[in-house]
């Protein structure tokens, strides 16, 4: 089982940028950045496979979210910028190790414990 362990949340103000980070204890196939906001389902944001860096966008988020990834490090970051209130949630890193998508949720089996993000207005 991969431990993955997430940092980088906290308050931020509406416009603002902040990076997550996500250390893995080895590779698998794609990693994610999923989010949950209070009362809501968890929701994909972003992912990239650690091979090629093909990357994915949930519309939300689009041009104003990066996605990268250091292979030496193990470690994937979430670029936040131009930040939204509604972007507030719990941020989760997930891996997943099926290598027929990279896009699809229920592939992401393994699951960090999760950093806040607040944008305040």
């Known amino acids: 089982q991969v431990q993955l362990v997430e940092s980088g949340g906290g308050l931020v103000q509406a416009g603002g940028s902040l990076r997550l980070s996500c250390a893995a204890s080895?590779?698998?196939?794609?990693m994610g950045w999923f989010r949950q906001a209070p009362g809501k389902e968890r929701d994909i944001v972003a992912t990239?496979?650690?091979?090629?860096?093909?990357?994915y966008y949930t519309d939300s988020v689009k041009g104003r979210f990066t996605i990268s990834r250091d292979n030496a490090k193990n470690t994937v970051y979430l670029q936040m910028d131009s930040l939204k209130p509604e972007d507030t949630a719990v941020y989760y890193c997930?891996?997943?190790?099926?290598?027929?998508?990279?896009?699809?949720?229920?592939?992401?089996?393994?699951w960090g414990q999760g950093t806040q993000v607040t944008v305040s207005s």
């Open positions: 997930a891996a997943s190790y099926y290598t027929g998508s990279y896009s699809d949720p229920k592939h992401f089996t393994s």
């Open positions: 080895r590779r698998s196939y794609a």
């Open positions: 990239i496979t650690w091979s090629r860096g093909n990357t």
